[in-house]
């Protein structure tokens, strides 16, 4: 089991949030500089339509670049995954794949989720429950 420590950020935050209906699901855009990421609710995937809140940053983990996202309401548990949809350019346009981490916190640690390739500069995290999550190269 790959694990991260928790890190330190060395940019500020951003925040952007989007009601998604629960008939029709949505799409949040993710904002960072030059980059816009995607969170991406199919329909029917909530019981109720809900406001969801995204925060992400820049941080460095164990002397690695990540953009961590953490999604609001806490515990939000999804009945069909959502996607999160990353520009690899905003951590490494070279890279071949993306890994993707989230935060135990009962264990207090980063730990590995899946590692996804890169399709057209693009990678795609299924994400079942909000958590806080940390996207490497």
Request: charged share 25%; aromatic share 10%; net charge negative.
């Amino acid at each position: 089991v790959q694990q991260l420590e928790l890190g330190r950020s060395h940019a500020p935050s951003t925040y952007d949030q989007g009601l998604i209906e629960a008939d029709d699901g949505g799409k949040i855009d993710i904002e960072r500089d030059a980059y816009v990421h995607e969170f991406i609710v199919p329909e029917d995937a909530i019981e109720v339509s809900t406001l969801i809140i995204v925060r992400s940053s820049a941080e460095e983990i164990l002397g690695k670049s990540v953009i961590v996202f953490e999604f609001g309401p806490d515990g939000l548990v999804f009945d069909k995954a959502a996607t999160l949809k990353f520009e690899m350019a905003e951590l490494n346009a070279n890279a071949l794949s993306a890994k993707i981490f989230y935060y135990n916190l009962l264990k207090k640690r980063w730990e590995y989720q899946a590692s996804v390739a890169v399709s057209s500069g693009i990678v795609e995290f299924d994400i079942n429950h909000f958590s806080k999550y940390a996207i490497s190269d």
